[in-house]
C-alpha cells in the first residue's frame, strides 16, 4: 500500500505545482510526451538490469 501512497503523494504534488506554475502563468516545468517516454524507458532499463543481475548471479 505504500506504493499507491507514494504515487498519490507524487501525483498531488504535481498537481500543485501545475497550479502554481497556471496561476503564475509560466510555462509548465516537463519535457515533452517523447521526453517522458523515454525516463519511463530508463526506469524500465534499470529495473530490467537489477533483474538480471540477480538472475545471474545466485549460486
Known amino acids: ?3 499507491f ?4 503523494m507524487a501525483l498531488l ?3 500543485i505545482i501545475g497550479v502554481v506554475f ?3 502563468k509560466l510555462p509548465a516545468p516537463v519535457p515533452p510526451l ?3 517516454i523515454g525516463a ?5 532499463g534499470g529495473y530490467c ?3 538480471l543481475v ?3 548471479t545466485k549460486p
Open 22 to 24: 497556471g496561476w503564475l
Open 49 to 51: 538490469y537489477g533483474l
Open 13 to 15: 504534488g504535481g498537481w
Open 1 to 3: 500500500m505504500s506504493f
Open 40 to 44: 519511463g524507458g530508463i526506469l524500465l
Open 54 to 56: 540477480q538472475l545471474l
Open 34 to 36: 517523447m521526453g517522458l
Open 5 to 8: 501512497k507514494d504515487a498519490g
